[in-house]
């Protein structure tokens, strides 16, 4: 089983970036994923998830209108896109994903830095 983001780094704020999460070693379509974010000093929190069928999202309220979650079962890969991005932003963002049938087996990823910096 493996999770690998990528597309992390720095940006200005106000820019976009498009974090991806590939997954590998368990059935992709069973799964619903998700995008955690931790910053420095404080705790995980969720940022977005989609349902395994990608019908149904749901985004925390600070990147309502900014961050689209989606996916794609052709590569298994989710996508964050990030827009209008601001410091408050920088984080270590996680991938997640958790099946939605018994065992509700959860898999994170290493996890990519974003910095949101002038």
């Known amino acids: 089983v493996q999770l690998v983001e990528s597309g992390g780094g720095l940006v200005q704020p106000g820019g976009s970036l498009r974090l991806s999460c590939t997954a590998s070693g368990f059935p992709f379509r069973n799964y619903r994923m998700s995008w955690f974010r931790q910053g420095l000093g404080k705790e995980r929190e969720l940022v977005a998830l989609i349902s395994h069928v990608g019908y149904n999202t749901n985004y925390a309220d600070f990147v309502k209108g900014r961050f689209t979650i989606s996916r794609d079962y052709a590569k298994s890969t989710v996508y964050l896109q990030m827009n209008d991005l601001t410091p408050e932003d920088t984080a270590v963002y996680y991938c997640?994903?958790?099946?939605?049938?018994?065992?509700?087996?959860?898999?994170w990823g290493p996890g990519i830095q974003v910095t949101v910096s002038s």
């Open positions: 997640n994903a958790r099946q939605v049938v018994w065992p509700d087996n959860t898999y």
